[in-house]
């Protein structure tokens, strides 16, 4: 069987017939090698920019994606150019099996050598099972830590855990794992009094803070362009304290990055104000096996019935990953009036 996407204002493109095993390539020549694999739509943290306090309507359990499924589609992926795999969430290591899915990804082989692992967590229960991480394969890890102090953390997330992410990022710096990269996402009169801070403190734990420009993505749907703090105002704040030298070759990757004088890096990933869409490499999907072609897109792609089809094969599923990315615009579209953000907060849809 073949799965029927989900549309959503606009008929989606009909791909052309493409060998399994070429490259993941759309329609405007971006070749794709990054899968955000988003492991579940619960989270221990409730950040006012993704999720509200209460009355969320998580996932039902029975949609979730097993590990044998979320390995398939890997496997199938990887075939078609797929090189690096990022486990997001919610928070991903809410997933019990959460080692066992790092142990068998990281076994998977494309025909220029092993896949790469990443995580973005919040490090809550990083100092438990870090090392296993590790043992398994996990190569590079980021962390979302937004501000220093305990009562606006308590604030931000509506629950007093500054402390365990405290000890998280200290596990992740004393294991070695690099790159290290803690992510913060900077909000007008929340926390813009702190970038210098984080990127103090995050030199000092031997990682690179990156700042992302607050983006349209809350469930709530209360996002408002005027209260976003820009790269322009973050870069103008760090160049009070540093001389920042650009670093070139960018690629694909989301941030652009800077050189500190003293020693240490800092990246901005700035969504709204300086999108990278012409060079976007990355695919989504999602803990209930929707695959997105983009952030803000409010098409999906189903897989569930193609994964639970005994009879189907797994063509089918390279089938349904050519069409979501053959149906990716040029752009996310933000700065045009036309813009609609998702019906999914950015919890349901994987960082």
Known sequence: MTAVPVTIGRRMPEAPVFAPGSPLVDTHSRVHRDLRISLTDRCSLRCTY??????????????ILTVDEIVRVATVAASAGITTFRLTGGEPLLRRDIVDVVRRLSAIETA???????????????PEVLDELIDAGLARLNISIDTLQAERFAALT????????????????????????????????????????????AVGSGAELRFIEQMPLDAGHTWDRNRMITREEILGKLS?????????????????????DGGGTVGV?????????????????????QLRNCLFSTDEFDLLPVLRDAQATDAEIDEVLRRCIWAKLPGHAINDPSFLQPARGMNAIGG
């Open 158 to 201: 509506r629950r007093d855990r500054l402390d365990e992410v405290l000890l998280g990022i200290a596990a992740a710096a004393a294991s070695g794992i690099r790159p290290l990269k803690l992510n913060a996402v900077a909000m007008r009169d929340v926390n813009e009094d702190e970038l210098c801070d984080l990127v103090e403190f």
């Open 269 to 289: 990933i700035a969504s709204v104000t300086a999108p990278f869409c012409g060079d976007c490499d990355r695919l989504r999907l999602t803990a209930d096996g």
């Open 240 to 260: 009070e304290r540093w001389t920042l030298t650009e670093i070139p070759g960018r690629g694909g990757a989301p941030a652009e990055r800077w050189s500190l």
């Open 112 to 126: 220029d050598g092993p896949v790469q692992i990443a995580m973005t967590t919040n490090g809550i229960r990083l």
């Open 50 to 63: 993704c999720m509200p306090e209460q009355g969320n309507e998580w996932l039902a359990r029975e949609s």
